[in-house]
């Protein structure tokens, strides 16, 4: 690691040390879990030098952007509109939240039974090791679950500039309404954050940069309805980890280049499994970097994931905002149109996401579903119950699954999932 | 031919050999202890066999030093009770630290399973630990609980809270065999939830070391209202299982 990068974490007021235990760690599980498979596409050179560079080069950049006097704006959530951001000469990044760090400190601002998602974005934020937070001019976070709407208030006292959006639980008109005038405040507040008035013009280019990496994604995810699958999910689950990382434009490109190598092995009929490898769709909450948990234990033991009805995953990226409109007002009344079919399981009743689980069974010829829960995160686990009596009624097996991002259960999950693979066998 | 199955688990290993038309030709027993290849390779050793296949947690540890095979508990307890009770449709195995019910299709393939989760909870681990407070052999465990007229109430799952609150309930002056028979009664409703998100209706086959204690039977049919089958020595289901599957 060159010393450059060293006076940068410095600067932002990392803890040096405690960041070098993290990378130390993240590098070892990237070796074992990433760079250990076999038959990678080429294309994914790309994103194993992003991830190598995840708190070097990418940070070295959004302060260059900073330089020019362009903001960074932080998000724990896929709500917050990445097409305002943009138009108004700001960049959106994902805020670390998949891995435990500094949890007693934690455990002092957080009951313990909090989802290990929410522990995780403050243990980056206590343990002082996430360039992206130190990085951001503002930090959006959102009402979704009560974890988070709660969590936020104690966030609030550790930052200076953390911004709460309010997002409707219902999908109705007054719900529309709800998300339709939380925008227009958020387009406020990131216009008075950098000084940019958003324009017709800037709006409609922003919106087609989002689309275009949202394309590339959907791109991808078609190809994988390819068997022998032509990329793994631990790799097609970073590249939607990316997403929230990445340059949106080179991000676009990158997938893109991918697209083609894979579209020419499908024809070859290579795969990173060989044909009949049972598929499975993995459905549930979200699995931010570096939470590779489910997926390693998945395809170290005799199948392929071939789509995440995720947050990280087609939840998240599943429909393009339309880019019809000519004025502002119609622009942010198609992007509030977009995100609010977002089947996020906040929403009650939810049944769009019980109808996207059973079309992406159908889409991605998958066998079977894992549910994916973190514990104690109530909207999903809930909604698991539900999601299970749906597949068994159309008898797709189903397997609920639990768990954090501790490693102490990985061998119960592991025989879980064995198990769950021999039953599609 | 012969085919091996072993079954690894925390507690004990099994081994058990059945010859080509499946009919058991050898069982044994060891303890686990703290090195469980060694115990594994002891037992294979003095065993005549061709192929074996493994099961149990420490399945993956013995397919790296015997270049084995393996086969999850899951799978290999439904062939297992398939072999004692051809149209089984619900097993329900507890053994030393984890306990699982799972619901066979009418062809013997699994259909859906459950298991318990991290810790010790509804296992034999806890009844043996509960016994130990309670100063019961574990082979009398059962049988003891049996003779008590009611059951005492313990709320407390958790194997450590539970264990205090054994505490204080000799300190109470309370009949061990009705403390005992309430530590059982906790570790059935702990089951029978698992077993009625698997299944409603119809026989149960129970294997695993704890299907060996009478009490546990014995409150498992009260509560559920379902015939309960025990196989012959249940705690080698999971390794008959690997042989047979092995086999086929």
Redo the contacts between chains.
Sequence with gaps: MSEEYRSMWTDLGLDLEAHDALLGVLGKAYQDIYLSQKDRPEGMGYFDFVMSEVHGLRIKELLDEKETGRKIIGSYCVFVPEEIVLAANATLVGLCSGADFAMEEVERLLPRNTCALIKSSFGFKLGKVCPYLESADMIVGENTCDGKKKAYESLNSLVENLYVMDLPQVKSDRGSSLLKAEYDRFRKAVEELTGVPITAESLKQAIRTVNAKRSAVHRLSSLRKADPAPISGLDALLVNQVFFYDNPARFTESVNKICDELENRIAEKKGVFPEKTPRILVSGCPQAVPNWKLPFIVETSGAVIVGEESCVGERGTRNLTDESGETVEEMINAIVDRYFQVDCAIFTPNPERLDHIQEMVAAYKSEGVIHYGLQFCQPYLMESMTVERALEEKHIPCLRVETDYSMEDAGQLKTRVEAFIEQLR | MRFAGIDIGSRTIELVVVDEAGEIVCCLQADTGFDPMEEARKLTNGTDYDRIMATG?GR?LFEISFDAPT?????AHARGARAYFPDARTVLDIGGQ?SKAIRLFENG?????E?N??CAAGTGKFLEIMAKSLGFEIEDFGREALTAGKDLNISSMCTVFAESEVTSLIAKGESRQEIARGLHASVIRRAAGMINRVSSDGDIVFTGGVAKNPCMCTLLKEKLGRRIQVPDNPQFNGALGAALLVKE
């Design positions: 947690y993956n086969v999850t508990e899951i799978k984890d393939k699994v259909k859906k399973f298991m989760d991290r």
